[in-house]
């Protein structure tokens, strides 16, 4: 799975069961998403960066190349991360009508 992939598949999942007392945070696991840890943290990370999500506490040493997650971790969707669902929603949803268009008019 692509980058792009497991980062759009957290965030439906976190948007899925936002409010959830009892979600299985085993679901966004590195093993759930067929990525490396490692990979899957650095992603987890940058979606919180760019404000698609919170709620994670992660830190890097002096001898860390990069961050790492504290964890137990509990992430939480932000409202810039449900518009981004929308919005990929909509576009692939557009995309997708002007392919059945295409494929109508010769």
Same mark, same amino acid.
């Given at each position: 799975?692509?980058?792009?992939?497991?980062?759009?598949?957290?965030?439906?999942?976190?948007?899925?069961?936002?409010?959830?007392?009892?979600?299985?945070?085993?679901?966004? +696991?590195? +093993?759930?998403?067929?990525?490396?840890?490692?990979?899957?943290?650095?992603?987890?990370?940058?979606?919180?960066?760019?404000?698609?999500?919170?709620? *994670?506490?992660? @830190?890097?040493?002096? +001898?860390?190349?990069?961050?790492?997650?504290?964890?137990?971790?509990?992430?939480?969707?932000?409202?810039?991360?449900?518009?981004?669902?929308?919005?990929? @929603? /909509? /576009?692939?949803?557009?995309?997708? +009508? *002007?392919? /059945?268009?295409?494929?109508?008019?010769?």
């Amino acid at each position: 799975m692509n980058d792009y992939k497991i980062m759009c598949k957290i965030l439906r999942l976190l948007d899925k069961h936002k409010g959830d007392e009892d979600f299985d945070y085993a679901l966004i +696991s590195a +093993s759930a998403m067929k990525c490396g840890y490692a990979e899957r943290e650095q992603l987890m990370i940058e979606l919180q960066e760019n404000g698609y999500l919170r709620g *994670l506490v992660y @830190t890097q040493a002096m +001898s860390d190349k990069s961050p790492h997650l504290a964890e137990p971790i509990r992430p939480r969707i932000t409202m810039k991360g449900m518009a981004y669902l929308e919005e990929n @929603t /909509m /576009m692939a949803k557009a995309k997708e +009508s *002007l392919q /059945m268009v295409g494929d109508i008019i010769p």
